[in-house]
């Protein structure tokens, strides 16, 4: 039986695991988290549509640059579920990872989010009032909650902190909007792109869902100056090189 095969008394468990990276940066370094001496490889499954390339670090870890937006990573993560059930081989789980933007004082740059809640902070309507979520306008869902055993020993093993990720379309660049979705948001940590988009293509394939996140800089103005992206990518390697571990012998069916 090979390491990523193990049988509890519910089933024959194998892990599979999907990462959705947003662009090839954060991708290259989840792969370089991995110790095997080959170097990550591409594999296309069957039904995987063009432009939608995995690689492949560790026999139960694909990581997919999915795109940049919500909208994007929705659809490539879709693509990847959907070819890997066709292949009769579907994920166990679906990581979203990369780099975000971090509130501050709570998640001070360089550091690490573990996301408890994933939530579309700009998905609904403005009014004379302020912002509706889409959840009061009577549609879908703004939040998926990934499961909390999951991000316990996610965040105790890697260090990280555990709050509310955002999902928005449109990068925070002044200190109001900062302000306000602070205050919509009191227990978000950070602010990124993709998560929602990842989450909502996981919920419809049943698939449980995790973000991990390395903070580059403040949420707030606009100063790429003070961004530090490489320090965020090395967090991000070295953050997932503690949590494949855990992410390799975590069983869902051992929480349902």
């Given at each position: ?6 049988v ?5 468990h ?12 954060e991708?290259?370094?989840?792969a370089?988290?991995f110790?095997a ?9 069957p039904g ?13 870890f694909?990581?997919?640059?999915a ?10 993560v879709s ?5 890997a059930?066709?292949?009769?081989a579907p994920y ?8 975000a933007g ?8 360089g550091s ?14 403005e009014?004379?009032d302020?912002?509706?979520?889409v959840?009061e306008?009577?549609f ?14 996610a965040?105790?093993?890697?260090g990280a902190?555990?709050?509310a990720?955002?999902?928005?379309s ?6 109001a ?5 602070r205050?919509?948001h ?5 602010e990124a792109?993709?998560g929602?988009?990842v989450?909502?293509?996981a919920?419809?394939?049943?698939t ?9 800089n ?11 992206v490489?320090?965020?990518?090395k967090a991000l390697?070295t ?7 855990v992410?390799?012998?975590?069983n ?5």
């Amino acid at each position: 039986m090979t390491s990523d095969t193990r049988v509890d008394t519910h089933a024959t468990h194998v892990t599979r695991i999907l990462v959705a990276t947003a662009v090839p940066a954060e991708r290259d370094a989840v792969a370089r988290a991995f110790t095997a001496p080959d170097p990550a490889h591409e594999v296309r499954p069957p039904g995987l549509p063009a432009g939608v390339t995995l690689h492949r670090p560790d026999p139960a870890f694909d990581v997919l640059a999915a795109g940049v937006g919500p909208a994007l990573a929705a659809a490539s993560v879709s693509a990847a579920l959907t070819a890997a059930a066709l292949e009769g081989a579907p994920y166990t789980l679906v990581v979203s990872a990369g780099i975000a933007g971090g509130f501050a004082p709570d998640a001070p740059v360089g550091s690490l989010v573990v996301a408890d809640e994933i939530t579309a902070a700009d998905l609904g309507a403005e009014t004379a009032d302020g912002f509706l979520p889409v959840t009061e306008l009577g549609f879908g869902a703004v939040t998926h909650r990934p499961p909390e055993s999951l991000v316990r020993e996610a965040a105790a093993v890697t260090g990280a902190r555990t709050g509310a990720v955002l999902t928005v379309s449109t990068v925070t660049g002044t200190a109001a909007r900062a302000a306000a979705l602070r205050a919509r948001h009191p227990r978000a940590l950070a602010e990124a792109m993709e998560g929602f988009g990842v989450a909502e293509a996981a919920a419809l394939h049943g698939t449980p869902v995790l973000e991990l996140r390395a903070v580059s800089n403040p949420v707030g103005p606009r100063d790429r100056a003070a961004w530090r992206v490489a320090d965020a990518l090395k967090a991000l390697e070295t953050g997932f090189g503690k949590l494949a571990p855990v992410l390799n012998r975590w069983n869902p069916y051992d929480h349902q």
